[in-house]
């Protein structure tokens, strides 16, 4: 029957449409890592001391010329640990913006809606007005990020009969906002001249005074947190779809749920221990991530976290080269984010997607 | 003909708040039932019950004989399928995608679908002709391509059963009766469908058996010419009809109005 063979036609053309793209997909992730990579050796070039390409690769290579020259020290010590941080910090929000977008079915959530950020920084806001060491400010972020979700987590447990994800997101709110307000009566009592700018650089984000000993810390645990979301991948998926067809497609919906959040807020609790609070990223990257490859999550994450990677190297880049004074990536990241989000909500409903 | 789902003394709802009681129904290979009644009367808490969503508040639900309580949740999903009404994704998915997800009860927990999951969803693209929407956005096609693309991923879970709530509500004249024949054309291939639906005619159209719920309760039940009488369409919703015969052998339901 010709109706028969024109719809194995249509299916072979189908067929290699499909494949098509999932090559150029393939071919599109790599050449953003490659893109991202080059971004990060022409970020390590420039700064108040800049260091020539065959420098750069001398250091790299462990071929320099002279050992403990001047652009070793700044390289090592200094611009490599900032670089990595800011590639792993945009990385592991932009992964976690997606992650919480999907599940919570909400284009406009970002890796604060459950109030990681706010707790995140009224831990380390305790930590500074308490004058402990960096190390255990950090800590205390890492601490009070994952309390706050936690919290939430619980909160939202123990309401029933409504839909979970508004409970969750609601509570999260609730959360935030109330650990917004012990920051607030924190800066209120908090020293002047001494505590209170760190407390406000810290609360704009940055990546000012990273050490190598933080990225080294940091990388295991966004790793940890970002093994089950690849694993997970195709679930996050189905979870989209909201709990109730996740469930009668197969999913138990409340358990992955639970171990998805769990995951995400790791990374995005690691991550802010090192920069502090730095908005937009988890919010605007993962959708322009979404315009470029769709909703798969499989695609998505990586494509997300490869242009939150480059975006955040770009921001900090410009943050410690275009003034003498270090502007905060949150205010720059707001500057940028801000916009963008205004265009998307202006380019009507497709734009959420 | 095994009986492939049955409730039995079955109460659903909520703990504080009952919707219906004493529902005895079941639905053997190849039937399809189709559930009737008002608004508020409980069909779509008994699918979720059904579908082991909610839990039986009292009685049971058996699925090929196994109690439902006792499932899995992704045992259940290989028995019984649920198709939602048409909605609105929040998110783009290709069409594909959308029916590789009815595949997700036959994956393992970390896997992703594989190329005899992308065939069998190919396949069931297919048989409901839509098979040109494969790499169409979701979020883009009309409403009646939209239900198509959720029964396609019912068949994708190759389920003995599909469960439908509403499956013409909301779509076009053309695309209900689209719907409709697919319904019967799905039954006639062995599987069996349990829906529900506003309209009597509907239930003329494609089912062998016809539940009325209402108030939470099974008001009537049996084959559709005579469950659903003038009488009975009173009753319920309160509104004289006529029921007729076409020349063609089809029944017909028509309210008379102003009289």
Not at chain 2, 144 to 152: F, N, T, Y
Not at chain 2, 167 to 186: C, H, I, R, W, Y
Request: proline fraction near 5%.
């Amino acid at each position: 029957m010709s109706n028969t063979q024109e719809n194995d036609h249509r299916v072979d053309a189908q067929n290699k449409a499909m494949s098509t793209v999932r090559f150029s997909n393939a071919t599109f992730t790599i050449g953003l890592a490659a893109l991202v990579a080059a971004l990060a050796l022409g970020a390590s070039m420039i700064g108040a001391y800049p260091v020539s390409l065959s420098e750069l690769l001398g250091v790299l290579t462990g071929t320099a010329k002279e050992a403990g020259s001047t652009a070793e020290t700044v390289l090592l010590q200094v611009r490599l640990p900032r670089i990595t941080a800011a590639l792993v910090v945009g990385a592991a929000l932009a992964g976690a913006g997606a992650v919480y977008q999907g599940i919570f079915r909400n284009p406009l959530v970002s890796p604060d809606i459950l109030g990681v950020s706010t707790g995140a920084g009224l831990g380390a806001v305790l930590g500074i007005f308490l004058s402990l060491p960096l190390i255990i400010i950090q800590g205390f972020a890492f601490i009070g990020g994952l309390t706050t979700v936690g919290l939430v987590y619980l909160i939202a447990s123990r309401v029933h009969g409504r839909e979970p994800v508004l409970v969750l997101v609601l509570a999260g709110v609730v959360v935030g906002s109330l650990a917004g307000a012990m920051i607030s009566l924190m800066k209120v009592l908090a020293d002047p001249y001494d505590q209170l700018p760190a407390i406000t650089f810290w609360l704009l984000g940055s990546l000012a005074s990273t050490r190598p000993e933080d990225v080294l810390g940091v990388i295991p645990a966004v790793i940890v947190g970002l093994v089950p979301l690849v694993l997970l991948r195709w679930r996050i998926n189905v979870l989209s779809l909201g709990d109730e067809e996740a469930r009668a497609l197969g999913v138990e919906a409340g358990r992955v749920r639970l171990i998805v959040v769990a995951a995400a807020t790791l990374m995005t609790a690691s991550v802010v221990a090192i920069s502090g609070v730095i908005g937009w990223v988890g919010l605007v990257i993962p959708h322009i991530a979404r315009m470029i490859v769709g909703p798969n999550f499989d695609r998505l994450l990586p494509v997300a976290m490869l242009l939150g990677a480059g975006y955040l190297l770009l921001v900090d880049t410009l943050a410690r080269t275009m003034a003498q004074v270090e502007t905060p990536l949150g205010i720059l990241t707001a500057i940028l984010g801000a916009p963008f989000f205004l265009w998307l909500l202006a380019r009507g409903r497709q734009g959420w997607s | 003909m095994g009986t492939v789902i049955e409730t039995r003394n079955l109460g659903i709802g909520y703990p504080d708040h009952p919707v219906g009681r004493g529902i005895d129904l079941n639905v053997k290979q190849g039937q399809v039932l189709c559930l009737l009644g008002p608004n508020g009367g409980g069909k779509t808490t008994l699918f979720k019950t059904m579908l082991g969503l909610l839990s039986a508040q009292e009685g049971e639900v058996l699925l090929d004989g196994a109690l439902l309580a006792n499932l899995p949740r992704n045992e259940i999903a290989k028995r019984v399928a649920y198709v939602p009404q048409a909605h609105t994704a929040h998110f783009p998915y290709r069409v594909i995608d959308m029916v590789l997800m009815g595949r997700t009860a036959h994956l393992g927990t970390f896997a992703m679908p594989g190329p005899h999951d992308r065939a069998r969803a190919q396949e069931a693209l297919d048989m409901l002709g839509i098979a040109e929407l494969a790499h169409s956005e979701y979020t883009r096609i009309s409403g009646g391509q939209c239900q198509l693309a959720l029964i396609a991923r019912g068949l994708a879970q190759d389920a003995q059963t599909l469960v439908m709530d509403e499956p013409t509500a909301s779509l076009d004249f053309g695309n209900q009766v689209l719907v409709l024949e697919q319904v019967k054309a799905l039954s006639k291939s062995g599987l069996s469908i349990v829906l529900s639906t506003h309209d009597p005619d509907h239930a003329f159209a494609c089912a062998n058996k016809v539940a009325i719920l209402a108030d939470g309760r099974i008001a009537a039940h049996g084959p559709p010419a005579k469950t659903i009488t003038q009488k009975r369409l009173h009753d319920i919703y309160g509104v004289r009809v006529t029921i007729e015969k076409l020349p063609g052998g089809q029944t017909v339901c028509a309210p008379s109005f102003g009289r």
